[in-house]
C-alpha cells in the first residue's frame, strides 16, 4: 500500500512535521510505501532523506506564493503525487484550497484521511474514511459518524522529552515565574492581554515575537516578561521555572506548547470553549473566561495540589505523546485502511 501525506501549509521548513515523519517511518516498517509532499516557496521541485534518510520527502514550488497560505497551489505536487499513485493520502491540515485540487486529481478510490488541528472544515471532509484528531472530545463533536464507527484516532503529539527535561514542577519558592504563556503575538486571538489583570499580583512570561507585543513592551509592565521568540531548548527552560500556563486563545485545537507545559510538571488551565479535551483534569483545568480568575487563584493558593497536578500531567504526557505512542497510532492507522 502506497499512502501519501500532504502538508497542505507551503514552507521550506519541516520542523513541525516531524511527528508526521515519524508516522511515516512507522508505516514503512510495516511494508508501506510512505512519502510527504509539500509545497515551498522555492523555484524548482525537490527531494530529500529526512529523519536519519528514513523518509522521502518531495517540496513543489506554489504557482501563486503571493496569496494567503490557504489558497496556495501547485501544479508540480499534483504531478507529483499523481505519478506516486497513493492508495490513501493523509491530509494535514484543514481548509487548504491544495486539498481539493489533489483529491480531484486522483481516482475516486484514492482514500482520504484527515490530520485535523485547529481547522474542521474543507470541501474534502465527506469523502474522508479516518480522522486523526487531537483529543477524543474533537473529534466527537466534529467528526461524529466516524468516531461512532470508531475510525477517529487521537494522533499524539512528538515532543523530544529530554529537551523537556526531567517533567518536576517547581516548588514556589523557587519559580523565577508565576505565569507562563506560550504563543505568537500575531493574532488577536492569542489573546495574551487576559492575563493582564494577573500581573497586579503575579509574575507573568508570555514567550513569543509579534507587533501585538509592542504596545505591552511600551507600558513597561514590572511583573511583565516578554523574551521574545525563543528557541525550543529555551522555551523549556522558561516552562520548568513556572508555576502554572495559562493559555488564553480564543480558537485553538491543542496546541504544542499545552503538551510541552505539562511533560516540564507544569498544570495548564485553558478555555473549554477552546480546547475541549486533551488536558485531563488531573492535569490542568478548562474554564470560562469568567473562571479564569478563580482557576488561577485556586492553584496559587495551594501548591500541593500545584504540584500533585504537575507530576500527573507530566506522567499523562509521557503516556499519551511522544515517538512511541505515535508509532502505536500507526499500527492502528495502518489496520484501519486495510479494513476500508
Same mark, same amino acid.
Given at each position: ?14 520542523? !513541525? ?24 516557496? !522555492?523555484?524548482? /521541485? ?24 490557504? =489558497?496556495?497551489?501547485? *501544479? ?16 494535514? !491540515?484543514?481548509?487548504?484550497? $491544495? ?9 475516486? /478510490? ?9 481547522? $474542521?472544515?474543507? &470541501? ?6 479516518? @480522522? ?11 467528526? &461524529? ?17 529530554? $529537551? ?17 504563556? @506560550? ?13 493582564? &489583570?494577573?500581573?497586579? =499580583? ?53 496546541? =504544542?506548547?499545552?503538551?510541552? *507545559? ?48 504537575? =507530576? ?29
Amino acid at each position: 500500500m502506497r499512502v501519501a501525506i500532504l502538508m497542505s501549509h507551503a514552507s521550506r521548513n519541516m520542523n !513541525g512535521a516531524i511527528r508526521d515523519m515519524i508516522l511515516a517511518r512507522a508505516m514503512a516498517t510495516h511494508g508501506m510505501e510512505a512519502r510527504v509532499f509539500r509545497m515551498h516557496p !522555492g523555484p524548482a /521541485t525537490e527531494h530529500e532523506m529526512m529523519l536519519g534518510g528514513a523518509v522521502p520527502v518531495t517540496f513543489c514550488a506554489t504557482d501563486n506564493p503571493q496569496d494567503i497560505p490557504h =489558497r496556495q497551489l501547485s *501544479a508540480s505536487l499534483l504531478a507529483e503525487v499523481v505519478a506516486f499513485a497513493p492508495d490513501a493520502v493523509l491530509y494535514k !491540515g484543514l481548509g487548504y484550497a $491544495v486539498n481539493a485540487s489533489l483529491q480531484a486529481a486522483l481516482p475516486a /478510490t484514492t482514500r482520504v484521511v484527515l490530520v485535523i488541528g485547529g481547522g $474542521v472544515a474543507d &470541501p474534502i471532509v465527506p469523502q474522508a474514511s479516518l @480522522v486523526l484528531g487531537e483529543y477524543p472530545e474533537q473529534m466527537q463533536k466534529h467528526f &461524529p459518524d466516524l468516531a461512532k464507527a470508531k475510525r477517529a484516532l487521537v494522533l499524539p503529539k512528538f515532543l523530544d522529552m529530554a $529537551v523537556a527535561g526531567p517533567g518536576r514542577p517547581v516548588p514556589w519558592r523557587e519559580a523565577d515565574f508565576d505565569i507562563v504563556n @506560550v504563543g505568537n503575538f500575531n493574532e488577536k486571538r492569542k489573546n495574551q492581554e487576559a492575563l493582564l &489583570p494577573f500581573t497586579d =499580583r503575579y509574575r507573568v512570561v508570555c514567550i513569543g515575537a509579534g507587533p501585538l507585543a509592542v504596545p505591552l513592551k511600551k507600558a513597561g509592565n514590572p511583573r511583565l516578561f516578554l523574551p521574545g521568540r525563543l528557541s525550543q531548548p529555551q522555551v523549556f527552560d522558561h516552562l520548568r521555572r513556572s508555576r502554572i500556563m495559562v493559555h488564553t486563545s480564543t480558537m485553538d485545537g491543542l496546541p =504544542r506548547a499545552t503538551v510541552e *507545559a505539562m511533560a516540564s510538571g507544569v498544570p495548564v488551565i485553558a478555555f473549554q470553549a477552546t480546547i475541549g479535551g486533551g488536558i485531563p483534569p488531573t492535569a490542568g483545568l478548562l474554564v470560562s473566561p469568567a473562571g479564569l480568575p478563580h482557576a488561577v487563584e485556586l492553584l496559587m493558593a495551594d501548591d500541593a495540589m500545584r504540584l500533585r497536578m504537575g =507530576r500527573a500531567a507530566r506522567r499523562y504526557v509521557e503516556r499519551e505523546h511522544g515517538a512511541a505512542a505515535i508509532e502505536r497510532c500507526a499500527t492502528q492507522v495502518i489496520k484501519l485502511l486495510a479494513e476500508s
